[in-house]
């Protein structure tokens, strides 16, 4: 099994910075793509931010030039760096992690989530 483990929401001004932290854990042979999403009331789960294994990211058009995101591979870890936060980046962000657990079988593992408030 792996586990996600997410932090770093909260409630932040309009024009304030946020940094998520995901850290993977348990029967991991090998991490591929790494990634945050994001879902608000009423709207479906969206892609805010991938990195893949060598290090390539994907961004939605939203939050390009504002969030970041970057991957410690030696801590299992991935992160998200969010700056002149909007208040429509309110959202629970999801960690999602695509893993090896052997040679040959990926899974898809995801965090329980972590509410990132931005007010007006």
């Known amino acids: 099994q792996v586990q996600l483990v997410e932090s770093g929401g909260g409630l932040v001004q309009a024009g304030g910075s946020l940094r998520l932290s995901c850290a993977a854990s348990?029967?991991?042979?090998?991490?591929?793509?790494m990634g945050w999403y994001r879902q608000a009331p009423g709207k479906q789960r969206e892609l805010v931010a991938s990195?893949?294994?060598?290090?390539?990211?994907d961004y939605t058009d939203s939050v390009k030039d504002r969030f970041t995101i970057s991957r410690d591979n030696a801590k299992s870890s991935v992160y998200l760096q969010m700056n002149s936060l909007k208040p429509e980046d309110t959202a629970v962000y999801y960690c999602?992690?695509?893993?090896?657990?052997?040679?040959?079988?990926?899974?898809?593992?995801w965090g329980q989530g972590t509410q990132v408030t931005v007010s007006s």
């Open positions: 999602n992690c695509k893993a090896y657990i052997n040679d040959f079988l990926l899974n898809d593992y």
């Open positions: 348990g029967s991991i042979f090998r991490l591929d793509t």
């Open positions: 990195i893949n294994s060598s290090g390539g990211t």
